[in-house]
């Protein structure tokens, strides 16, 4: 389980909404949404406004289809935050958005926004295998979204991390 201390008391994370598959010649980094894709990122961002998980940021990766989903979001909360580009999450190990995650403030909630199967190895990171493997029997899913709340442990030196809400389209 990540130790930041302090945390941020919400992380949430985002995988991309689905690509469309590449055109002959164009790089896996600059595959856009498809029309599946622009739908699903439109109702994971609308699900999340309507109960109100906010992000204070955004952290996407640079790679098109995760800009068009983190505008997505920013959408759905009408522009009130910035997102935040960051390239080293493109083709990044889940160490990489930890370490992320840590940077942050601990009176802000987080979201990132990013790749699998990096995603799903940072939900593992912060929950555990088996738990993973009970929610998500099919992998994380594009446009999935985990909510995840900080909570001091039962000894109070460590943090628990707790799955709130899994949201997808």
């Not at 439109?42 to 995760?66: F, H, M, N, Q, W």
């Not at 942050?104 to 199967?117: E, I, K, Y």
Request: proline share 8%.
């Amino acid at each position: 389980m990540p130790a930041f201390t302090p945390p941020p008391y919400r992380v949430y994370l985002l995988r991309h909404a689905h690509a469309a598959w590449p055109h002959p010649g164009e790089r896996d980094f600059d595959r856009r949404l498809d029309d599946a894709g622009y739908a699903q990122a439109e109702i994971i961002a609308d699900r999340a406004a309507d109960k109100g998980y906010r992000p204070d940021v955004i952290l996407s990766s640079t790679a098109i289809r995760c800009r068009e989903t983190a505008e997505a979001i920013r959408r759905a909360f009408n522009d009130t935050f910035d997102i935040t580009y960051v390239d080293e999450m493109y083709n990044a190990p889940p160490e990489t958005y930890i370490a992320l995650l840590a940077a942050q403030s601990a009176d802000r909630s987080v979201m990132l926004v990013g790749h699998n199967p990096t995603m799903e190895a940072v939900l593992e990171a912060f929950i555990g295998h088996a738990n993973v493997d009970a929610i998500l029997s099919s992998g994380f899913p594009t446009a999935g979204l985990a909510v995840l709340n900080a909570a001091p442990s039962q000894d109070g030196e460590d943090v628990a991390w707790h799955l709130v809400d899994f949201l997808s389209p």
